[in-house]
């Protein structure tokens, strides 16, 4: 989905980058269900809910994909359909994070991978495979895609960084 003007940083995502992404989040988030659920259900349903609304009400609508070109200009998102995302967002946002939306954006990125964690223990196959989807998808946020991400805001945006060190290409 490439339909907006080019973008030469990020130049879209390829659709084995959006299954990577995708499929790798979605895993974390099923398997620490499924792993808390083993063991306790109602602990299950407080991290589902917060696993589904930290990301779909509050990462996309109000902090990050608000203030995404790649959403916005380019028509693009890494990791959902951009319809979806364009469905959740209130208004398009172009101010830096304040410092409490900082707070609830690392606060859910380390909530989600640490909370089921007391409950996998109970499960040492869950617990590992969950370990290796957490690092699947923070390995490909942190050495792939945060390094051409356009989201200026975003504390995890490191192309600026790139940028300013000479080892990235302009926008």
């Known amino acids: 989905m490439k339909a907006g003007p080019k973008c030469t940083l990020a130049d879209g995502f390829e659709t084995w980058e959006k299954i990577y992404a995708q499929l790798s989040f979605i895993a974390i988030g099923t398997i620490g269900a499924v792993g808390v659920a083993l063991v306790d259900w109602r602990w299950a349903l407080a991290y589902v809910f917060i696993y589904l609304y930290g990301i779909m009400g509050v990462v996309m609508r109000h902090l990050v994909c608000p203030r995404c070109p790649h959403l916005h200009v380019y028509h693009d998102c890494l990791q959902a359909p951009p319809g979806l995302v364009l469905r959740l967002i209130r208004e398009r946002k172009t101010t830096p994070l304040g410092t409490f939306e900082k707070v609830l954006f690392y606060t859910y990125f ?7 964690v007391y409950w996998l223990l109970a499960s040492p196959f869950l617990l590992v495979t969950f370990f290796v989807a957490v690092g699947t998808w923070f390995l ?4 792939r895609f945060c390094k051409r991400c356009r989201v200026e805001q975003c504390p995890f945006n490191r192309a600026h960084f790139m ?3 000479g080892q990235g290409e302009t926008g």
């Open 140 to 143: 490909g946020q942190f050495f």
């Open 110 to 116: 380390i909530v989600v991978p640490v909370f089921p």
């Open 163 to 165: 940028l300013s060190a």
